[in-house]
């Protein structure tokens, strides 16, 4: 099988998830690189630009189960799992599977949860599979975690650990519609093409069964990619380390995450090869959210996207 395929299959989901999520082209695309990947993604934005609305899309167009789970102090690592309940009719304990058990999970506002129950996802992210009570129980193949949380409401909330954030592949930031964007979604609240409506009308068609993902996933391997492009990604990556601004800088997972990113960037491009313009747009998002700056550069006013782009100006570009 070569990667045409994988390239209409891209296109197609692309374009029926446009037709309910109006504007955010970049989030979108992000959004299926980090499924066709394999991988999980953290979304950011502020509330009301469609969060929930687009992982809810994603999973009806790609004929897979969706499950949210409302991260809050009080919740429980067992709201997350489940847990065994002892069943008086058959004298014995039964499982009372949890939300995570889905293909796409959505974890809503995860800052809100300490890191006892943040820490649940860590295993099921990992490994796709959970352990309750001592027993191991595998996760769908298609296992993804879309992470939110909300740039502006700092009260309250409980940072993500390095080693949560570091299994995110990426990082998804949703920014207000444009003016025009706006005025559609406007246009169209309270009719027939308002985005819940055509979600729930069977407008949006589903493009594959949630069984073929699996099968696409192994043509991102097929993306031809040069070994002075897997080079020129190294370098960028360990350019992290050292860079005097940066006091942690990005570890070998995002080596990988920026690989499979620009292979993926590249299918959603209609190439089945990898260009240095591809490692390029896909730095960013990979790199974001695993970068912590020098307090004193912060306090200077430097964000971690513009040391990314300083980083990969410093870098020369293989021909």
Known sequence: MNTERLKEV???ARHETGKVIIG???VIERALIAIFTGNHALIEGVPGVAKTLLVRTLAHVLGSDFARIQFTPDLMPADITGTNVFNLQRNEFSLIKGPIFTSFLLADEIN???AKT???????MQERCVT????THTLPANFTVFATQNPIEYEGTYPLPEAQKDRFMLKIVMQSPARDEELTLAQRTMTKE????????GVVKPVIQAEDITLLREQMGLIVMRDELTAYLVDIVRATRTHESILVGAGPRATQSLIMAARAFAAMSGRDFVTPDDI???????LEHRLILRPEFEIEG???PEVIQQILQQIAVPR
């Open 280 to 286: 390029k747009t896909m730095a960013q998002p990979v």
């Open 112 to 114: 809100r949860a300490p």
């Open 302 to 304: 430097l964000s971690v």
């Open 194 to 201: 308002s985005p819940e409506t055509l979600l729930a009308s």
């Open 118 to 124: 943040q820490s649940a996802l860590l295993q099921a």
């Open 24 to 26: 955010q082209h970049d």
């Open 10 to 12: 891209l296109t197609q």
């Open 132 to 135: 309750i009570d001592r027993d």
